[in-house]
């Protein structure tokens, strides 16, 4: 189980990371190529974007750390479930309110509630030691 543990951080983290960084330092190009989204040169919109962004950066960075430091591995946990659980049910409100959106942002549904699925269940096994 530690293994699992340590990849489900790594992939979380990881992908936080990578994606935060990516729509923090360019989210014109990285919006339209992972979501097929096209946005505005807004400066407010951007903003918010650019804001979302440094979260998921900085959620991916303490993620990471709870591989290697073993005192942050309850905390890195608890911040995937938090993350990838609240973009999961936001946009699950979305398809609610809103309607359905496109085929790219239906698989980032689909992989947000199973990172939540897996860190959850690591933090369940880790608690019942």
């Known amino acids: ?7 489900t951080l790594a992939l979380s983290g990881s992908l936080l990371l990578f994606v935060g960084l990516m729509r923090l330092s360019n989210p014109i190009k990285t919006y339209l ?27 991916g960075i303490i993620i990471l750390l ?4 073993s005192e942050l591995t309850f905390t890195s946990f608890v911040v995937a479930i ?15 309110f809103d ?9 980032g549904l689909i992989s947000e509630f199973i990172l939540a699925s897996l860190n959850l269940i690591c933090l369940i096994s880790l608690i019942a030691l």
């Open 82 to 96: 938090l993350i990838f659980l609240g973009f999961g049910i936001g946009r699950a409100l979305s398809i609610r």
């Open 33 to 59: 190529k992972n979501s097929g989204i096209k946005l505005e040169k807004d400066a407010s919109l951007l903003n918010e974007m650019r804001g979302v962004s440094g979260v998921m950066l900085l959620g």
């Open 66 to 69: 709870g591989t290697m430091v």
């Open 99 to 107: 309607g359905k959106p496109n085929k790219l942002i239906i698989q």
């Open 1 to 7: 189980m530690e293994i699992f543990k340590i990849i």
